[in-house]
C-alpha cells in the first residue's frame, strides 16, 4: 500500500533522475543484515556514474586520521560526516538526499521481508 500511495514520487523522481543525468534509476549495494545474511539494498542513484572515488577516499582518510578519542560517534557527533559539496552528486541527486527521498526504494526490501 505505502509503495502504491508513493508511486507519484517514484514516478516524478525516477523522470527528474534521467533528465538530469545517464545512468540506472536505482544503485544497488550489497550489505548484511539480520543473522548475517547479506540483501540487496536499493536506493536511488544520487550520484553520476564511473565517477573518480580519490577525493572521497582522500577526505575520509583524512576524518579518520582526525578523529579525536572523545568523537566515538555518538547521535550528537557522529564518526564521518558526509562530503560537503561532494561532486560526484547530482543536482537532482543533492534534492533526494536532503529530503531521504533516496531511500523510497529500500521499501522493495521491507515488502520482500528482508
Do not use: C
Amino acid at each position: 500500500m505505502i509503495i502504491i500511495g508513493s508511486a507519484p514520487i517514484w514516478a516524478t523522481v525516477m523522470i527528474m533522475l534521467k533528465l538530469d543525468s545517464k545512468g540506472p534509476l536505482f544503485y544497488l549495494q550489497e550489505r548484511v543484515g539480520m543473522d548475517g545474511r547479506p540483501f540487496g539494498m536499493y536506493k536511488f542513484r544520487s550520484m553520476y556514474i564511473n565517477q573518480d572515488v580519490s577525493k572521497h577516499r582522500e577526505i575520509m582518510a583524512a576524518a579518520i586520521k582526525n578523529a579525536s578519542a572523545a568523537n566515538q560517534g555518538d547521535d550528537d557527533r557522529p564518526v564521518f560526516g558526509k562530503v560537503k559539496d561532494d561532486p560526484r552528486i547530482t543536482r537532482v541527486g543533492r534534492f533526494i538526499r536532503k529530503y531521504s527521498i533516496d531511500e523510497l526504494p529500500q521499501l522493495i526490501n521491507v515488502v520482500r521481508g528482508k
